[in-house]
C-alpha cells in the first residue's frame, strides 16, 4: 500500500487515485519534467493535481533511496 506521512503518522492514499497516479509515475515511469508529463494533464482539479504532485514527490523519493541503496530502479 502507498502510504505518507503526515502529521499523525502515516495515512494510507490508496483511494486517491491521483496520488496513487503520480506515485506510480515518480516510482516507475519516465524521467521528465511536469511540462511534458500526459499523465499530469490528465488531473484538472486543483486536488487533484495537488495529490499527484505529492504522490510523485512520494515515488520519485522511493526511487532514489533503493537506487543509493544499490537495489532495483
Same mark, same amino acid.
Given at each position: 500500500?502507498?502510504? =505518507?506521512?503526515?502529521?499523525?503518522?502515516? =495515512?494510507?492514499?490508496? *483511494?486517491?487515485?491521483?496520488?496513487?497516479?503520480?506515485? !506510480?509515475?515518480?516510482?516507475?515511469?519516465?524521467?521528465?519534467?511536469?511540462?511534458? +508529463? +500526459?499523465?499530469?494533464?490528465?488531473?484538472? =482539479?486543483?486536488?487533484?493535481?495537488?495529490?499527484?504532485?505529492?504522490?510523485?514527490?512520494?515515488?520519485?523519493?522511493?526511487? !532514489?533511496?533503493?537506487?543509493? *541503496?544499490?537495489?532495483?530502479?
Amino acid at each position: 500500500m502507498i502510504r =505518507e506521512k503526515s502529521t499523525g503518522g502515516g =495515512e494510507v492514499r490508496s *483511494e486517491d487515485s491521483a496520488y496513487r497516479s503520480g506515485w !506510480e509515475d515518480g516510482r516507475f515511469g519516465q524521467t521528465q519534467t511536469f511540462a511534458t +508529463n +500526459n499523465s499530469l494533464a490528465a488531473w484538472t =482539479e486543483y486536488p487533484d493535481r495537488l495529490s499527484y504532485y505529492r504522490g510523485h514527490r512520494d515515488g520519485r523519493r522511493i526511487r !532514489e533511496m533503493l537506487k543509493s *541503496e544499490g537495489g532495483a530502479v
